[in-house]
């Protein structure tokens, strides 16, 4: 998994793991999600000042593959990159690692739509998001 350009570092947190004593399902949502948000703010789509109102994209499909399990205290990175922009969606990968072995413990594939929350109904992706994408990913 090296060929990402975008991660981000992430904790794992007491309140993350389930009764078995690993992270819950669930929380790797939230770990691609923060890591989605970092990735919009360094390609300049999103900033910390705007309204999540702002960000103009909603989730439309996720599939999250679990490998293994992360635990309390593990170095955890989030890895994230575009590898498709259609006319109103981008197609996101994300996969959570071992932030020192690179060891993959889950990995998937987010849909997102662009969407104008005023209107409420989905937009074109803005060509400059298309071009700031673009350049980054290399696509």
């Not at 948000?37 to 999540?52: N, P």
């Not at 690692?97 to 969407?115: H, I, N, P, Q, R």
């Amino acid at each position: 998994m090296t060929d990402y350009k975008f991660f981000h570092p992430t904790e794992v947190r007491y309140g993350d793991l389930d009764p078995q004593g690993h992270v819950n399902n669930a929380k790797y949502l939230t770990y691609f999600e923060q890591a989605r948000i970092y990735y919009l703010i360094k390609l300049g789509l999103f900033s910390t000042d705007q309204s999540f109102m702002e960000v103009g994209v909603i989730v439309a499909d996720v599939h999250i593959t679990f490998h293994t399990p992360a635990h309390y205290g593990s170095p955890i990175k989030v890895g994230v990159k575009t590898t498709k922009i259609g006319n109103k969606s981008m197609t996101v990968e994300q996969s959570v690692m071992d932030s020192m072995t690179g060891e993959v413990m889950a990995s998937g594939t987010v849909v997102l739509v662009t969407f104008d929350y005023e209107g409420l109904k989905t937009i074109p992706v803005p060509e400059d998001w298309k071009e700031k994408i673009s350049e980054f990913e290399g696509l």
